[in-house]
């Protein structure tokens, strides 16, 4: 072991020291979880430094695919968090569903806005949410506006925590999600201008879902009317052509609703539905 891969080692742990004093600082506290990367850590280091003063809130609606509702239940379960699962209602609101670009921060407000009434059921006096500081670099901030404007903490940023160093701690707590692959609402897969609609994300959840059981990673079921464009990480293009994986995969995609099944050949990359549309 190099001295550099000490001191970074080191350096990363002084951020988690870091982190538990943010988190020690609060009564209470109630904490948005996923299930991803970023919000399982948080999860966990919080409910070990807060025990029964933390809430782990995992919310549950439409755009999330059950398979992620119940792997983020049973590592809860697991883990021993005082955990608890609230609806959220976006589908309500017609500003998320006419998806004019702005939809993240109208299911952030969503979001915050029953973990605020869960706080206040439940005599919660502050609330966190999983942001980290390879967030700072997303240009819309539209999160990060919600976030503000209902007063909800970004303790893993505070701690100057990145993705990396995250994955890194994660494997240190033999939390299952160090090497998860990244995920976004099932919403993200429509091309902003195109609305938001439940069958949709019906289509989108069986697609990657078929995807999933093939033995893919990295991948994305991008909606396109009747096409749906399949995005994976290229390491994985080899896979498509072992046995009949590539026709497998196809026949769950029509089965799913789409008269087309296309790969798009630049691979998995976030937000690649935005960049269509503009």
Same mark, same amino acid.
């Given at each position: 072991?190099?001295?550099? /891969?000490?001191? #970074?080692?080191?350096?990363?742990? +002084?951020?988690?020291?870091?982190?538990?004093?943010? %988190? !020690?600082?609060?009564?209470?506290? *109630?904490? !948005?979880?996923?299930?991803?990367?970023?919000?399982?850590?948080?999860?966990?280091?919080?409910?070990?430094?807060?025990?029964?003063?933390?809430?782990?809130?995992?919310?549950?609606?439409?755009?999330?695919?059950?398979?992620?509702? =119940?792997?983020?239940?049973?590592?809860?379960?697991?883990?021993?968090?005082?955990?608890?699962? #609230?609806?959220?209602? +976006?589908?309500?609101?017609?500003?998320?569903?006419?998806? =004019?670009? /702005?939809?993240?921060?109208?299911?952030?407000?969503?979001?915050?806005?029953?973990? $605020?009434?869960?706080?206040?059921?439940? &005599?919660?006096?502050?609330? !966190?949410? &999983?942001? #980290?500081?390879?967030?700072?670099?997303?240009?819309?901030?539209? &999160?990060?506006?919600?976030?503000?404007?209902?007063?909800?903490?970004?303790?893993? $940023?505070?701690?100057?925590? /990145?993705?990396?160093?995250?994955?890194?701690?994660?494997?240190?707590?033999?939390?299952?999600?160090?090497?998860?692959?990244?995920?976004?609402?099932?919403?993200?897969?429509?091309?902003?201008?195109?609305?938001?609609?439940?069958?949709?994300? @019906?289509?989108?959840?069986?697609?990657?879902?078929?995807?999933?059981?093939? &033995?893919?990673?990295?991948?994305? @079921?991008?909606?396109?009317? +009747?096409?749906?464009?399949?995005?994976?990480?290229?390491? =994985?293009?080899?896979?498509?052509?072992?046995?009949?994986?590539?026709?497998? %995969?196809?026949?769950?995609?029509?089965?799913? *609703?789409?008269?087309?099944?296309?790969?798009?050949?630049?691979?998995?990359?976030?937000?690649?539905?935005?960049?269509?549309?503009?």
């Amino acid at each position: 072991m190099t001295q550099t /891969t000490i001191e #970074i080692r080191r350096t990363v742990l +002084e951020k988690e020291v870091r982190l538990k004093q943010l %988190l !020690a600082a609060y009564e209470s506290l *109630g904490v !948005a979880y996923s299930g991803g990367v970023d919000s399982s850590y948080l999860a966990d280091v919080a409910s070990e430094t807060l025990g029964p003063n933390v809430r782990i809130l995992l919310a549950d609606s439409a755009s999330v695919p059950r398979s992620e509702v =119940d792997e983020a239940t049973e590592l809860a379960n697991a883990r021993g968090w005082n955990f608890e699962i #609230i609806t959220t209602n +976006e589908f309500d609101n017609e500003d998320y569903l006419k998806n =004019d670009g /702005t939809r993240c921060y109208h299911c952030r407000a969503e979001l915050f806005t029953k973990m $605020q009434v869960y706080a206040n059921d439940n &005599g919660i006096r502050s609330l !966190a949410y &999983g942001a #980290i500081v390879d967030d700072l670099l997303d240009p819309t901030r539209l &999160g990060h506006k919600a976030a503000q404007e209902y007063k909800i903490v970004a303790p893993l $940023q505070e701690a100057d925590l /990145t993705k990396d160093d995250i994955r890194e701690l994660s494997v240190r707590r033999n939390l299952p999600t160090s090497d998860k692959a990244s995920f976004a609402c099932l919403a993200s897969r429509v091309p902003v201008g195109t609305r938001v609609e439940v069958s949709i994300l @019906a289509q989108v959840e069986a697609a990657e879902e078929a995807m999933k059981s093939l &033995g893919f990673h990295q991948y994305r @079921a991008r909606h396109h009317g +009747e096409v749906c464009r399949l995005e994976i990480d290229p390491q =994985d293009f080899p896979k498509l052509f072992e046995g009949d994986i590539r026709a497998r %995969l196809v026949d769950a995609v029509q089965e799913a *609703g789409y008269k087309h099944v296309a790969l798009d050949l630049a691979g998995y990359r976030s937000g690649s539905t935005a960049e269509a549309a503009e």
